[in-house]
């Protein structure tokens, strides 16, 4: 199961929004609607922000929202803060009944 | 409090094994799926295994298969991971993470705990 891909890296300026994008088959982000994205900082565990494609856990900023397209998911973070410089993660069920995450992205507030 | 506590890693040579655990206190697991994800220094995360409520059903990354087991315990709260015939590239940390049934994203997850395979 190869992973899914992001972009290594995404910038922006405070306030600003910007997207991560997740890109997979239709094995896994194609088929299921079970597209999560998770938040880690460094030396730290990951943690939940998006679950199936588009819900936010409570206490999740609603400046997060997700989104899907085909084979696509994706992640937006309006008004870009300081504290969103993170590494991001997506991750999808597939039809393999296991699990599969993305390449990783690295968020970064100029 | 919720909580995941992995323990059992450290150092090894390849070859050997090691045997980790995830304690879960604040909530009983006994419903619910568990997880094993792996990161290896500077990398992503990697699915690694993953077993069901009463450990009749357990999944495996191929890199890992016929070389890790995952098992469980319910009356401890505590879920397993033994690793055989480690290799430099098992090198990583190891998070549990728990999901709940027919809710298929990873919530909440232990801090993880650090294995390394080298001669």
């Known amino acids: 199961q190869s992973a899914l891909t992001q972009p290594a890296s995404v910038s922006g300026s405070p306030g600003q929004s910007i997207t991560i994008s997740c890109t997979g088959t239709?094995?896994?982000?194609?088929?299921?609607?079970?597209v999560s994205w998770y938040q880690q900082d460094p030396g730290k565990a990951p943690k939940l922000m998006i679950y199936?494609?588009?819900n936010r856990p409570s206490g999740v900023s609603n400046r997060f929202s997700g989104s899907k397209s085909g084979n696509t998911a994706s992640l937006t973070i309006s008004g870009l803060q300081a504290e969103d410089e993170a590494d991001y993660y997506c991750?999808?069920?597939?039809?393999?009944?296991?699990?599969?995450f993305g390449t990783g992205t690295k968020v970064t507030v100029l | 409090e919720v909580q995941l506590v992995e323990a059992g890693g450290g150092s090894v040579q390849p070859g050997e094994s090691l045997r980790l655990s995830c304690t879960v206190s604040?909530?009983?697991?006994?419903?619910?799926?568990m997880h094993w994800v792996r990161q290896a220094p500077g990398q992503g995360l990697v699915w690694v295994s993953r077993?069901?409520?009463?450990?009749?059903?357990?999944t495996y990354v191929d890199s890992v298969k016929g070389r890790f087991t995952i098992s469980r315990d319910n009356a401890r709260n505590t879920v397993y991971l033994q690793m055989n015939s480690l290799r430099v590239e098992d090198t990583a940390v190891y998070y549990c993470?728990?999901?709940?049934?027919?809710?298929?994203?990873?919530?909440?997850w232990g801090q993880g705990t650090r294995v390394i395979v080298s001669s």
């Open positions: 993470a728990h999901m709940r049934p027919g809710e298929p994203w990873f919530d909440p």
């Open positions: 604040g909530f009983t697991i006994t419903n619910s799926w």
């Open positions: 077993i069901n409520k009463d450990g009749s059903t357990t």
């Open positions: 239709s094995s896994d982000v194609g088929v299921y609607n079970y």
């Open positions: 199936n494609v588009s």
């Open positions: 991750a999808s069920y597939t039809t393999s009944t296991s699990y599969v």
